[in-house]
């Protein structure tokens, strides 16, 4: 039972992680940065929501890498 769990949440983790870099592959904001002042950029809702959606992606997509190479003490 235990090891069936335990499958189930390595599959699930696999397929989040999966998810995270398909989505964040899809979101740029490179020609957004290239053709528009700062300013611009700072008072668009659109590319802020962007940037807030990327970071938090990229932040999840750390702490689980974290979580995964992280040492086992026992």
Same mark, same amino acid.
């Given at each position: ?7 189930? #949440? /390595?599959?699930?983790?696999?397929? !989040? $992680? ?5 989505? &964040?592959? +899809? ?14 950029? #700072? /008072?668009?809702?659109?590319?802020? !929501? $962007? ?5 938090? &992606?990229? +932040? ?15």
């Amino acid at each position: 039972m235990k090891e069936r769990a335990e499958r189930i #949440a /390595a599959r699930a983790l696999k397929d !989040a $992680l999966e998810v995270l870099d398909n989505k &964040l592959e +899809g979101i740029t904001l490179a020609e957004m940065d290239a053709t528009h002042e700062v300013s611009e950029l #700072a /008072a668009s809702r659109d590319y802020c !929501a $962007l940037l807030a959606i990327v970071s938090g &992606l990229s +932040g999840a997509k750390e702490s689980a890498e974290y979580w995964i190479n992280r040492p086992v003490k026992r």
